[in-house]
Nanobody, 115 residues
């Protein structure tokens, strides 16, 4: 059974930066498409960014140019570098792993952008 553990969330001022990390275990990481999603209070969970096994990336329009997703297949880790953070980026951020019918989620990490 796959397991994903997120870390790196916290409180940051507008314009600041955070780096989220997701440690994966229990599955063949290099085969999986990895992604970050977020859910703000009262809203549906939404895609932030994904990275394919071949390192192709996809971003939500709202984070393009500010966020960067990357993966380290040797360390079974996926990162989300978040720069120029805005209050509207405040949400719980979830790590996701997908391969065919297999779909794993982490527990989430809170990101709060506030002055």
């Amino acid at each position: 059974q796959g397991q994903l553990v997120e870390s790196g969330g916290g409180l940051v001022q507008p314009g600041g930066s955070l780096r989220l990390s997701c440690a994966a275990s229990g599955f063949t990481f290099s085969r999986y498409s990895m992604g970050w999603y977020r859910q703000a209070p009262g809203k549906q969970r939404e895609l932030v960014a994904t990275i394919s096994p071949g390192a192709g990336t996809n971003y939500a329009d709202s984070v393009k140019g500010r966020f960067t997703i990357s993966r380290d297949n040797a360390e079974n880790t996926v990162l989300l570098q978040m720069n120029s953070l805005k209050p509207e980026d405040t949400a719980v951020y979830y790590c996701n792993a997908k391969f065919t019918i297999r779909n794993y989620w982490g527990q989430g990490t809170q990101v709060t952008v506030s002055s």
